[in-house]
């Protein structure tokens, strides 16, 4: 099995920093994709980190990563709550997926407390900000080395 994980990101993602930092932090995409690289490299695991507004760009990057990743860890964002397509395609991977979430959903509006995601994900880490996606990397981790 290939040592890359795949680290997905949805809509509106690419504004962090900038839209509602009291909520999502002053941490930039960037600013995660450079820590995410550190652990990764630090355990000789490929990172392949991407960012969409689009659904079908989430949809076809987890079919890519069915053949070519370990593992996925994925923030659908505001698709968390929507997206069956985006359920369907992580159903269809044999491999250690991890949904993160920068806010703690379950403590905002209602209609965010549900994840269709959720029912796949092998973990789900909410409310830990960026440092979310380490927590996901490191679960990852001892997740395709057992």
């Not at 920093?17 to 002053?26: A, K, L, V």
């Not at 250690?96 to 880490?125: G, M, T, W, Y």
Request: charged share 20%; aromatic share 6%; glycine share 6%.
């Amino acid at each position: 099995m290939p040592k890359t994980i795949y680290v997905l990101n949805g809509p509106n993602l690419n504004l962090l920093g900038q839209r509602e930092p009291d909520i999502y932090g002053r941490e930039t995409l960037s600013d995660i994709e450079a820590s995410c690289r550190q652990l990764c490299d630090a355990e000789s695991v490929d990172l392949v980190f991407r960012q969409s507004n689009s659904e079908g760009d989430l949809v076809d990057w987890i079919q890519q990563a069915r053949t070519e990743a370990a593992g996925i860890v994925i923030n659908p964002a505001a698709y968390t709550h929507t997206s069956i397509a985006i359920l369907d395609a992580l159903s269809a991977c044999e491999m250690p997926v991890i949904e993160v979430h920068l806010s703690n959903i379950h403590k905002r509006e209602a209609f965010r407390h549900h994840s269709h995601v959720s029912s796949r994900a092998d973990a789900v880490i909410a409310g830990c900000g960026a440092q979310g996606y380490e927590f996901a990397l490191l679960r990852i981790f001892e997740l395709i080395s057992s």
